[in-house]
């Protein structure tokens, strides 16, 4: 069975930190290319980042360059975002997914 399990959100004050974790199983996550997806109340799914399959190369969608870093380990089949200096805008339900199989989101809110 499939699984991509996302951990790590949770409620944040601005320009603070958080690290998201997906880890993977009932596929072989070290020949998929992975990616972080979110999406913010009432709008559409927007990509955040992306990284190969060896992790040898990344991207990232403008607004986050800088402030978010995309990893993975291939031995624990698990994907990271460590963000920092998070801004309001920031908030979303984050997913990982490699565009064939997702996850079931981790949610990231602000604290005033």
């Known amino acids: 069975q499939v699984q991509l399990v996302e951990s790590g959100g949770g409620s944040v004050q601005p320009g603070g930190s958080l690290r998201l974790s997906c880890t993977a199983s009932?596929?072989?996550?070290?020949?998929?290319?992975m990616n972080w997806v979110r999406q913010a109340p009432g709008k559409g799914f927007e990509w955040v980042s992306g990284i190969t399959m060896a992790g040898d190369k990344t991207s990232y969608r403008d607004s986050v360059k800088g402030r978010f870093t995309i990893s993975r380990d291939n031995a624990k089949s698990t994907l990271y975002l460590q963000m920092n200096r998070l801004q309001s805008e920031d908030t979303a339900i984050y997913y990982c997914?490699?565009?064939?199989?997702w996850g079931q989101g981790t949610q990231v809110t602000f604290s005033s």
């Open positions: 009932g596929f072989d996550f070290s020949t998929y290319p």
């Open positions: 997914t490699s565009f064939h199989h």
